[in-house]
């Protein structure tokens, strides 16, 4: 499965996403928590400093364009000097807020967040502080919200309304809106606020809400997998959803459909730093993947990802594909055990398809050849060394024919490429393994274009067949040496010059490696 979310992740292209919503600025007080106040039983912080960051509808935006997504964010800030600090932010991270509007009559949202150090170390919030106004936004500043947006929808791919109950998610200006895109068939995701209201939200495409959210929503106790799933299902009747994303934190997700059926998306365990910010997380991936068609099962499974990754930074930090390619390849072996040779045998097309995602994630490419007719420590010493020089190491194994066509012999290869290649697979230094038929491993040097080529054996480094092709654009070749007395001809042969059932074989100690 990991590797098909990495295809899907690959393919998400830059959609073009509206956010609307609850502008929030995110003040964070950084200190030390050094000793308890002489004026009163409280901690005192000594402040080293202080960072801005954005949060709520903005900070949904900044998570979209950490996915490379572009984005237009609609909402409100104050006329004051937190609007604009937040407009400056926006305009620095790329952030379109041309439909964000000024209101004199209440200041922007502000939550302060002061983060203690016990001994220079372990960072935890000792204390939040908001500011903000409640109440809907008016009546002349939705309909210019709406004079401005509604012309604009068929440039949208997606839009997500991020409600965080300061007023400006109102029916007044989300019915004509929601109403339009349905019109317009552009995915409508929300994430929902905290009170239980849905009747705003009627008719969008999804919603995003936590276990409390769709409690209060539905009326339904959301404590088991199940009950969510059961809750879920009520959410979509409830609001008119096609389909309702219902998150469980350490449970995962649940999906419930439209057709009243449900299903449940678990997360592997995460060492959970900070929850803020996970919900604008999870709703930025399924956007951005809703905006590229991807389908509601997958959603979940990319939002667990991204939602997963999120709680494990401090405060609200944005998370990119890179970082999610980079998750999903570091969990792929576990998740794919069960499948042909734990997913590591393929052909040159999937292959590249692999390598372009690892490449993504930051990953350097390792690749060595040869036939491995009969596997033994040697081959795995070697192998394990040549794993070394990267994060991905490729074997590209003879085909038989190609065994053959080498004059290895009569009788050579011992074992057909099929089981050579399940013995390779089966290592844990090696994560793929791909046949090529030609007597060369060119065609596969070209294609897959590794940072490293590296052979074991006698070789020096000129005498490495492809050499000439990696060091062409750029790469490098390794010669690492070879286990004196331990080459596969050499076995063959004192296996059939022996009558003993027993072989004694050399020592195993790798050479030093040649320079190159």
Avoid at 1 to 29: C, T
Avoid at 53 to 66: D, E, K, T, Y
Wanted: charged share 25%.
């Amino acid at each position: 499965m990991s590797y098909h979310l990495i295809e899907l992740v690959e393919q998400l292209g830059s959609p073009h996403v509206l956010v609307v919503g609850d502008l929030i600025l995110d003040r964070y007080i950084w200190g030390e928590a050094e000793r308890i106040s002489q004026e009163a039983p409280v901690i005192l912080l000594r402040e080293d400093r202080q960072e801005h960051r954005l949060g709520g509808a903005a900070n949904v935006a900044h998570m979209l364009r950490g996915l490379d997504a572009q984005v237009t964010l609609a909402g409100l800030v104050g006329s004051d000097e937190d609007g604009q600090i937040a407009r400056a932010e926006l305009e620095r991270l790329g952030i379109d807020h041309s439909a964000t509007l000024t209101d004199a009559s209440r200041p922007t949202t502000v939550k302060i967040r002061f983060m203690g150090r016990a001994q220079y170390r372990h960072p935890h919030q000792m204390l939040r502080v908001d500011r903000e106004v409640r109440t809907a936004i008016s009546a002349e500043l939705s309909e210019k919200l709406l004079a401005d947006l509604l012309p604009k929808l068929p440039r949208y791919q997606a839009i997500l309304i991020s409600d965080y109950a300061k007023g400006v998610c109102e029916k007044k200006l989300l019915a004509p809106l929601i109403e339009a895109a349905k019109g317009l068939e552009i995915p409508v995701i929300v994430d929902p606020a905290n009170h239980g209201s849905c009747s705003a939200y009627h008719g969008c495409t999804a919603a995003t809400p936590n276990r409390l959210e769709t409690s209060r929503a539905t009326g339904l106790e959301v404590k088991t997998v199940e009950e969510g799933m059961e809750a879920a299902k009520r959410l979509c009747a409830v609001a008119n959803l096609d389909h309702a994303f219902v998150t469980l934190d350490r449970d995962g997700i649940v999906v419930g459909y439209k057709t009243g059926e449900a299903s449940h998306f678990p997360t592997r365990p995460r060492e959970v730093c900070d929850i803020t910010g996970a919900g604008d997380m999870v709703l930025a991936m399924i956007g951005v993947g809703a905006a590229a068609g991807i389908a509601p099962d997958d959603l979940a499974r990319l939002a667990n990802v991204a939602g997963g990754l999120e709680v494990e930074q401090i405060g609200v930090v944005p998370i990119s594909r890179r970082d999610i390619l980079q998750d999903l390849l570091r969990w792929s072996r576990p998740e794919e055990s069960k499948s042909r040779h734990g997913g590591k045998v393929a052909d040159l097309d999937e292959l590249q398809r692999h390598v372009s995602a690892r490449r993504k994630a930051g990953q350097s490419i390792v690749l060595t050849n040869g036939c491995f007719d009969l596997l033994h420590v040697g081959h795995v010493t070697y192998l394990q060394e040549a794993a070394k020089e990267g994060d991905c190491l490729i074997v590209a194994l003879n085909s038989d024919a190609s065994v053959r066509r080498l004059e290895k012999g009569p009788d050579r290869p011992i074992f057909d490429e099929h089981y050579r290649a399940q013995m390779l697979a089966a290592l844990e230094a090696v994560d793929f393994v791909v046949v090529f038929d030609e007597d060369t491993p060119h065609a596969v040097l070209e294609a897959i274009q590794p940072d490293v080529l590296v052979k074991g054996g006698t070789y020096s480094v000129a005498d490495i067949v492809g050499r000439e092709v990696v060091e062409a654009y750029g790469g490098r070749v390794k010669a690492m040496g070879a286990v004196e007395g331990l080459s596969t001809t050499d076995i063959v042969r004192r296996l059939r010059q022996v009558s003993a059932p027993t072989l004694k074989m050399p020592s195993i100690t790798m050479p030093e490696r040649k320079a190159g």
